[in-house]
């Protein structure tokens, strides 16, 4: 089995997430990835929550030949090692051999020191989008996505966005049944932060195989609160009804109104966690009708009323751009 060797950059007050979720995605993925840690000098770097971790290797005595893969880790540390001439210019030399180059969260900036994505579309923490815009203008920043390809250069969103994107390049690389045994056994479940879109591919479920049943998908994915009824879904899918539903359930090992289900409560979740509206306000806007079927479904599946579900989760935390914004 070949393996893929993948080159992880850090710096000093790197954030440890956009390290060590990608490492690990890969990782499970098998004997098909070889990672390896490279930063300014070999030794100890330390993150910026004070997590320390050890680089195999310096930019000085690392060549930039044989890399499949480079991904360049975000931090509250990016702007000072963006400054790092010898890091800088390895970085570019590096992506210039490699296959492909990844970045997470703000390691985006390291990127376009470099030189690297001029012209591209690209992709970063939401809280430091307009600052891309400003200093890069000959990039085409995208904060909607959670991750974006753009040839070769893929670019995450914030701190566990990189595990979606190295969920993504362990299915470009292997397929998406190995992407999605890799995902089912990390238990990830992806919650997206505030300005970002509300929702990644659903790792509860396989993914379609199809283009119609992944129309159908989508769909259902950009307005949760719509009807989704089966001849709805259909038409978007360009199938019969009764077509449809059997290669969703083939596809997706659910039939189209358990996915419709677990989307709006996915949805009402996130709602309810990140806001003020009312309970009633978010069961209309995610296609519950009432707040009492909102709170039978919320029993059904979480076990939790909605009123009490945002009381235990809720975040009372500062900010996401004030604190742990890599």
């Known amino acids: ?20 979720g990608p490492h690990e995605v890969f990782r499970s993925a098998g004997d098909d990835y070889a990672c390896e840690v490279v930063a300014p000098r070999a030794g100890p770097v ?21 890399i499949d893969t480079l991904v360049v880790v975000g931090g509250r540390g990016v702007d000072r090692a963006r400054q790092d001439e010898a890091l800088v210019s390895w970085i570019a030399a590096a992506a210039a051999g490699a296959r492909r180059v990844a970045s997470v969260c ?22 430091r989008e307009e600052q891309l815009a400003r200093e890069h203008p000959e990039v085409r920043v995208d904060c909607e996505p959670i991750f974006v390809r753009d040839g070769r250069v893929w670019t995450s969103a914030g701190v566990t966005a990189g ?23 990390l238990v990830l479940f992806l919650r997206r932060p505030g300005g970002q879109s509300q929702f990644s591919v659903a790792l509860w479920s396989r993914q379609p195989a199809t283009d119609p049943v992944r129309a159908a998908v989508t769909a259902i994915h ?9 001849a709805g879904l259909a038409a978007h899918a360009g199938l019969s009804p009764r ?9 997706l090992g659910v039939p189209p109104a358990a ?8 949805a009402a979740q996130l709602a309810l966690t990140e806001g003020d509206e009312p309970v009633e306000a978010i069961a209309r806007r995610y296609g519950f009708a009432t707040a009492e079927t909102l709170r039978r479904t919320f029993h059904r599946r979480l076990g939790i009323a909605p009123s009490d579900y945002r009381a235990r ?3 009372t935390a500062e900010p996401a751009d004030a604190r742990h914004v890599s």
């Open 243 to 251: 077509h449809l539903q059997r290669r969703f359930a083939a596809e």
């Open 313 to 315: 989760f809720r975040s």
């Open 163 to 185: 595990m979606d994107l190295a969920l993504a390049l362990v299915e470009d690389d292997l397929g998406r049944d190995v992407a999605h045994a890799v995902a089912r056994q």
């Open 259 to 266: 996915y419709v289900e677990r989307v709006r409560v996915e």
């Open 106 to 127: 703000s390691g985006v900036f390291l990127l376009a020191a470099a030189g690297l994505l001029d012209g591209r579309r690209v992709t970063t923490h939401w809280a």
């Open 1 to 20: 089995m070949t393996d893929r060797r993948i080159v992880f950059v850090v710096f000093d007050g790197f954030q440890p997430l956009d390290l060590t």
């Open 46 to 66: 330390r993150s910026g929550s004070g997590l320390l971790v050890h680089a195999g290797h310096g930019v000085a005595d690392l060549g930039p030949a044989g």
């Open 222 to 230: 950009a307005d949760p609160g719509a009807r989704h009824d089966i």
